[in-house]
């Protein structure tokens, strides 16, 4: 570790993060050029990158989510007849209908939500867990985090349960979340633009490491991207709130109350069932590999801005399970047959996510001494330059499905959410809105990978790709 790094210790979680000096907060630079980012088409991914996709999703996002929940809400799922509305309605008067919903937001709505909150903090501050760290930045920074968040996921859920138990036994349900769900994407899509602009300020004038400040690209994309990568508040790691313990932790929620909605409804219904249990195995895998998280682009890449944070607080809830959401009133009979069909087609590609994750982490912990597939694993051990100018070791594994290709993980979790989709029939576009979404994010993130480990690892990241050549479906792409 350079002799600037210096250590800071939490003073509420327990989480520690080794940081050089803050005279000056330069960009998040990546080190030396990769193929990826020369020539014509480098230039324009780059140019819409910063100047074209941040104003387009600032702008649009917000009001497309809104769109999702009015199009449930008032079309019953309808694409076509929202489509005529659209077409026969000023864009003034749409947008007004679209986010009416604002208007109905009252203190239920608000506590609801602070009280959640207040719940995930908690908890993330009280509960034990083994620490693990991320790796190091390019300025030298290495966050350390506590990884309770497995605990914090049964704790939640229990809590969630006992509170139901409590509501009915009192003649309520926590089912008014469902028919008052619209309100509450409003307000969290109000709330989540206030909480980024406040960590684009924090980012500037008080940051927590050095890996902060502008990027020199303007305000639209330095509140798009974030100007801080670990920002911390109290003590509080804020992406670990927002990605985990907020959108990670608020769709599980979601997709209980959709279910009892449906119970109260129709009764037991297979769709349902299926639906809701693949989903609720998937986050509980999520949370059993939080610590790998802590690994990933969207911690050690993505910075704290409207990106992430926005997207995990405001797009996450009404869109990762609008399946539930749309089956609650469009209840489909699956029979036996097709229930477990999906059930065991979903449960084997949640294994497959689950494994190739767990290959990547043994293999770096191992530095490569370690067993996949019954054999000793092919690895490239790397070399990257920090911007301080050490050097750093890092292994790349070309085994396991690793070697099949170089995001085969995305495979499994494309498929999952197709199985926990399907259910819902093909009646309607609706339900199928976060499979298109995830297929699309999942696609472009090869490209932003890809681009991020040339950088990093030039020659070597080459010779990765000379062994294991398609980016995600062998002989296709």
């Known amino acids: 570790m350079p002799r600037s790094v210096r250590s800071f210790t939490a003073d509420i979680n327990g989480h520690r993060i080794h940081k050089p000096n803050l005279n000056g907060h ?14 014509l088409f480098g230039t324009i991914m780059s140019f819409l ?29 309808e694409l076509l007849s929202f489509v005529k509305e659209i077409q026969d309605t000023p ?9 009416n919903p604002l208007t109905k937001i009252d203190l239920v709505v608000m506590v609801t939500v602070l009280v959640y909150m207040a719940w995930a903090v908690i908890w993330m501050v009280v509960l034990p867990g083994p620490q693990v760290e991320g790796p190091m930045t390019s300025h030298g ?67 927590s490491t050095s890996d902060s400040g502008k990027t020199g690209k303007g305000f639209l994309f330095d509140y798009y991207w ?71 682009m969207d911690i050690v890449q ?22 539930s959401r749309y089956l609650v009133s469009h209840p489909v009979e ?34 490569g001494n370690c067993v996949i597939w019954g054999t000793k694993p092919d690895v490239i051990r790397a070399k990257h330059v920090l911007q301080s100018g050490k050097k750093k070791k890092s292994i790349i594994l070309a085994s396991g499905w690793w070697g099949v290709s ?23 576009f609706l339900p199928y809105a976060y499979l298109l979404f995830l297929t699309i994010l999942l696609v472009h993130r090869t490209f932003r990978d890809d681009r991020k480990c040339a950088q990093k690892y030039g020659h070597f990241w080459k010779t990765y790709c000379g062994k294991v050549r398609y980016r995600i479906i062998p002989y296709v792409f």
């Open 226 to 296: 974030g100007t801080e990568l670990y920002p911390r508040v109290f003590g509080i790691d804020i992406k670990v709130f927002t990605n985990c313990r907020f959108g990670m932790t608020v769709w599980p929620l979601l997709v209980l109350v959709f279910a009892l909605k449906s119970y109260e409804l129709h009764g037991l219904i297979d769709s349902m069932f299926v639906s809701s249990v693949l989903q609720l195995i998937y986050v509980s895998k999520f949370f059993i590999w939080e610590g790998g998280y802590y690994q990933t």
């Open 26 to 39: 330069s960009n998040m630079k990546t080190g030396r050029k990769g193929p990826d980012n020369e020539g």
């Open 91 to 99: 864009v003034g008067q749409m947008l007004l209908r679209i986010w």
């Open 334 to 367: 699956l029979g036996p047959l097709s229930s477990a069909v999906l059930l065991i087609i979903g449960t084997v590609s949640i294994y497959v996510n689950y494994q190739a994750d767990e290959q990547k982490t043994l293999a770096r912990k191992t530095s």
């Open 406 to 428: 170089r995001h085969f993980h995305y495979i499994p979790e494309v498929l999952l959410a197709a199985c926990w989709t399907l259910p819902a029939g093909f009646s309607h």
């Open 141 to 207: 920074n290495i966050p350390v985090y506590r990884d309770n968040g497995f605990r914090h996921y049964i704790v939640t859920m229990t809590g969630s349960v006992l509170f139901t138990v409590v509501l009915k036994l009192s003649g309520s349900t926590p089912t008014f979340i469902y028919d008052r769900f619209s309100e509450f994407a409003a307000l969290m899509n109000v709330l989540a633009v206030v909480v980024v602009f406040m960590l684009y300020i924090k980012g500037i004038y008080k940051p």
């Open 302 to 323: 993505d910075r704290a801005g409207f990106y992430i944070c926005w997207g995990c607080l405001a797009l996450v809830p009404p869109l990762y399970p609008i399946a």
């Open 49 to 77: 990158n910063t100047y074209v996709a941040p104003p387009l999703v600032i702008l649009c996002m917000p009001t497309l989510v809104m769109a999702t929940c009015y199009l449930d809400d008032h079309h019953a799922g």
